[in-house]
């Protein structure tokens, strides 16, 4: 079955510090793996897409690896930013074409505290 | 300037009505979804529309139904509203390969 898990459900940090948010996936085929961003009441927003071949990616303060050998990926957040209170989300695509099948985890809730 | 605009953003209704969710994106993308976020924040597809041609139904019940007038907008009617339809419905669009999907801000549908 495929299935996207993610870990913790949820986190409190203060302000400043670093964190890391993991993923793992049983997706076959897997084709590429996506971080999302979804404040409350807002739809999701792409921060990092990695295929196979790719185990690294940043976007700002935002990095995620990735081990398509294990099947697994982490999200890693630097120097965390009040604004950073959100709901991350794991996504996996069975494949590559425009139509391909998306495979949401479950998210992790993070609490950033002044 | 918004990509992708769902409407309403709030609904809430009876039992046994019917009612639409209206869906527009303006990036000129070819695909669409339809997305529901449960309790548990799970987000699950039930529909996408390529070129306003269905390609994906997760075995969603009958009382969805998506209408495409045209590859712009993706519309969602439900019939016969039962309370375990109460969710977010997100609304969006992709392009390129792989995908990127922009999503709407969401509708949140209670039943009452």
């Known amino acids: 079955k495929n299935q996207v898990e993610q870990s913790p459900q949820s986190l409190i940090i203060l302000e400043g510090k670093n964190c890391t948010l993991q993923?793992?996936?049983?997706?076959?085929?897997?084709?590429?793996l996506r971080w999302y961003k979804q404040d409350t009441g807002r739809g999701p927003v792409s921060l990092t897409i990695?295929?196979?071949?790719?185990n690294t990616k940043s976007n700002g303060r935002y990095t995620a690896t990735l081990d398509a050998d294990t099947k697994q990926s982490s999200l890693h957040i630097t120097a965390s930013q009040l604004s950073d209170s959100a709901s991350y989300i794991c996504?996996?695509?069975?494949?590559?074409?425009?139509?391909?099948?998306?495979?949401f985890g479950q998210g992790t809730t993070l609490q950033v505290k002044p | 300037d918004t990509a992708v605009s769902q409407t309403p953003k709030y609904l809430v209704t009876q039992m046994g009505n019917d009612k639409s969710i209206k869906c527009e994106q303006n990036?000129?993308?070819?695909?669409m979804y339809w997305y529901k976020q449960d309790s548990k924040k799970f987000l699950k597809i039930m529909f996408s529309?390529?070129?306003?041609?269905?390609?994906i139904n997760e075995t969603v019940p009958n009382r969805f139904s998506p209408k495409s007038p045209d590859k712009a907008h993706l519309n969602l009617h439900i019939n016969s509203l039962e309370l375990g339809d109460s969710a977010v419905y997100f609304c969006?669009?992709?392009?390129?390969?792989?995908?990127?999907?922009?999503f709407g801000q969401g509708t949140r549908l209670t039943v009452v």
């Open positions: 990695m295929t196979f071949s790719e």
């Open positions: 996504v996996v695509s069975l494949d590559s074409s425009n139509t391909g099948k998306l495979i």
């Open positions: 969006a669009s992709s392009q390129g390969a792989p995908p990127e999907a922009f």
């Open positions: 993923c793992n996936y049983t997706v076959s085929p897997f084709s590429n």
């Open positions: 990036l000129g993308h070819d695909t």
């Open positions: 529309y390529n070129n306003k041609e269905l390609i």
